[in-house]
T-cell receptor, first 114, second 115 residues
Framework: SQQGEEDPQALSIQEGENATMNCSYKTSINNLQWYRQNSGRGLVHLILIRSNEREKHSGRLRVTLDTSKKSSSLLITASRAADTASYFCATVYSSGAGSYQLTFGKGTKLSVIP | DSGVTQTPKHLITATGQRVTLRCSPRSGDLSVYWYQQSLDQGLQFLIQYYNGEERAKGNILERFSAQQFPDLHSELNLSSLELGDSALYFC??????????????FGPGTRLTVL
């Protein structure tokens, strides 16, 4: 399956610390995206990194992509209690004939303790 | 608020029944996506429509169908419901043609409970 796998499944840190989440996937991708989901709510798109990019920043977020290792990491710096949420990586790949598929991992549950 | 609306918010029904979930995309967005989130399956992409036409198909069961209307709102029809169909169903929209390269904006979801 193309499904990305996040690691760790759960992460608990103190406010102000950095949080790092990892995502591994199985085959070639078009792009990789990270999403945040607050409990029971809709997903919020955080960042998209294309297969030819290695690193991308957005505010306190830093995403890296290593296509040779088929892995990505999401770093949240100077975490805040409001960052408490589940974080998902999603991989986009070509399924042939101009079609694309998007698959999500199981997610990392981040708890930031004030 | 993402600008994507979904109705109803909650739906409780019995096995074997049929339900329709509705989604209104953000103003100007031509692509609509449907996702299912359940405890055992996680988040799964079901289907995508772009400007009224089916664009991509994911893990959508044959008992499920969707369509996008000329006003761009979309409906997801679930029939012959089973207990395992209980899940959160999300709709998302985006501006582009939907090669999953543009930002998707998610609605608040419809929680379906099948008893």
């Amino acid at each position: 399956s193309q499904q990305g796998e996040e690691d760790p499944q759960a992460l608990s840190i103190q406010e102000g610390e950095n949080a790092t989440m990892n995502c591994s996937y199985k085959t070639s991708i078009n792009n990789l995206q990270w999403y945040r989901q607050n409990s029971g709510r809709g997903l919020v798109h955080l960042i998209l990194i294309r297969s030819n990019e290695r690193e991308k920043h957005s505010g306190r977020l830093r995403v890296t992509l290593d296509t040779s290792k088929k892995s990505s990491s999401l770093l949240i710096t100077a975490s805040r209690a409001a960052d408490t949420a589940s974080y998902f990586c999603a991989t986009v790949y070509s399924s042939g004939a101009g079609s694309y598929q998007l698959t999500f991992g199981k997610g990392t549950k981040l708890s930031v303790i004030p | 608020d993402s600008g994507v609306t979904q109705t109803p918010k909650h739906l409780i029904t019995a096995t074997g029944q049929r339900v329709t979930l509705r989604c209104s995309p953000r103003s100007g967005d031509l692509s609509v996506y449907w996702y299912q989130q359940s405890l055992d399956q996680g988040l799964q992409f079901l289907i995508q429509y772009y400007n009224g036409e089916e664009r991509a198909k994911g893990n959508i069961l044959e008992r499920f169908s969707a369509q996008q209307f000329p006003d761009l709102h979309s409906e997801l029809n679930l029939s012959s419901l089973e207990l395992g169909d209980s899940a959160l169903y999300f709709c998302a929209s985006s501006t582009g043609t939907g090669r999953f390269t543009d930002t998707q904006y998610f609605g608040p979801g419809t929680r379906l409970t099948v008893l």
